[in-house]
T-cell receptor, first 111, second 110 residues
Framework: DTGVSQDPRHKITKRGQNVTFRCDPI?????LYWYRQTLGQGPEFLTY????????KSRLLSDRFSAERPKGSFSTLEIQRTEQGDSAMYLC?????????FGPGTRLLVL | DQQVKQNSPSLSVQEGRISILNCDYT??????FLWYKKYPAEGPTFLIS?????DKNEDGRFTVFLNKSAKHLSLHIVPSQPGDSAVYFC?????????FGKGTRLHILP
């Protein structure tokens, strides 16, 4: 296992469509985070899981966003009825303890 | 309300010299601080971290200094190398989630 993986790496969609991203964390990492990054900004926290439990959600995560981690391993982030403002890099990270390691991100472009 | 601030959007340093990247924070509950490096189209890569019980942590060419009373930390890279050119993010944690600054773009000049 070489690190956190995310799929797809790039996604272009039309406004109003639903998209789903997947994150596979480093094995045995019990915490999994989702962040969003837009141009010129640092990563912004969206939500995080401890095992399968979603412990916190940012107010950035509107009701069009939903994240799951059903078995405490991989996680999915779904955006329903995408808007142009959703265009960003979506980053997943995982940790066990204090070191937090990021995946390569999924770049979303909503046309 | 930005809890982690990197006030220099960019920094240019001559190859071989010391690069110093600065970061300020406002939340006194933060107890763990991290630095990440990011290349375009990649996720952030963890560089170095420091706990609030320490004032210095060193790893090879990278040293992080923490001044709790000033709520300030800095990352020193010495000697700077061309491959260090990237965006550097300062981050802080206090309740399991990590808050990032906006980043500083470091240019290493030949």
């Amino acid at each position: 296992d070489t690190g956190v993986s995310q799929d797809p790496r790039h996604k272009i969609t039309k406004r109003g469509q639903n998209v789903t991203f997947r994150c596979d964390p480093i094995s045995e990492h019990n915490r999994l985070y989702w962040y969003r990054q837009t141009l010129g900004q640092g990563p912004e926290f969206l939500t995080y899981f401890q095992n399968e439990a979603q412990l916190e959600k940012s107010r950035l995560l509107s009701d069009r966003f939903s994240a799951e981690r059903p078995k405490g391993s991989f996680s999915t982030l779904e955006i329903q009825r995408t808007e142009q403002g959703d265009s960003a890099m979506y980053l997943c990270a995982s940790s066990r303890g204090t070191g937090v390691h990021f995946g390569p991100g999924t770049r979303l472009l909503v046309l | 309300d930005q809890q982690v601030k990197q006030n220099s959007p960019s920094l240019s340093v001559q190859e071989g010299r010391i690069s110093i990247l600065n970061c300020d924070y406002t939340n006194s509950m933060f107890d763990y601080f991290l630095w990440y490096k990011k290349y375009p189209a990649e996720g952030p890569t963890f560089l170095i971290s420091i706990s609030s019980i320490k004032d210095k942590n060193e790893d090879g060419r990278f040293t992080v200094f923490l001044n709790k009373s000033a709520k300030h930390l800095s990352l020193h890279i010495v000697p700077s190398q061309p491959g260090d050119s990237a965006v550097y993010f300062c981050a802080a944690s206090g309740d399991d989630k990590i808050i990032f600054g906006k980043g500083t773009r470091l240019h290493i000049l030949p």
